[in-house]
């Protein structure tokens, strides 16, 4: 059974830092484009960032651009996202996902205090 399993949320202060992690298990990844969403309260579901199969490419929003960086560890199956300077409208549930197969994690919640 596939799972993906996010972790690295909490509560942190603007201008913190967090790496959020995902987990994968069940089949590997390493062939296939792994990526990020967020989903703030109240809000559609947004894309974030997302990176190839070798790590060689990473896609993210322009307004996360230099804040936000996507990585992956294939010999793990875990992808990562290190988000830096963080601004209370970064709050959000942080989903990981394999879009080729349409997989996703339960998310988890990052709050950053206004």
């Known amino acids: 059974q596939v799972q993906l399993v996010e972790s690295g949320g909490g509560l942190v202060q603007a201008g913190g830092s967090l790496r959020l992690s995902c987990a994968a298990s069940g089949r590997t990844f390493s062939s296939y484009i792994m990526g990020w969403f967020r989903q703030a309260p109240g809000k559609e579901r947004e894309f974030v960032a997302a990176?190839?199969?070798?790590?060689?490419?990473?896609y993210s929003t322009d307004s996360l651009k230099g804040r936000f960086t996507v990585s992956r560890n294939n010999a793990k199956n875990t992808v990562y996202l290190q988000m830096n300077s963080l601004k209370a409208e970064d709050t959000a549930v942080y989903y990981c996902?394999?879009?080729?197969?349409?997989?996703w994690g339960l998310g988890t919640q990052v709050t950053v205090p206004s």
């Open positions: 990176i190839s199969w070798g790590g060689g490419s990473t």
């Open positions: 996902t394999v879009p080729r197969f349409d997989y």
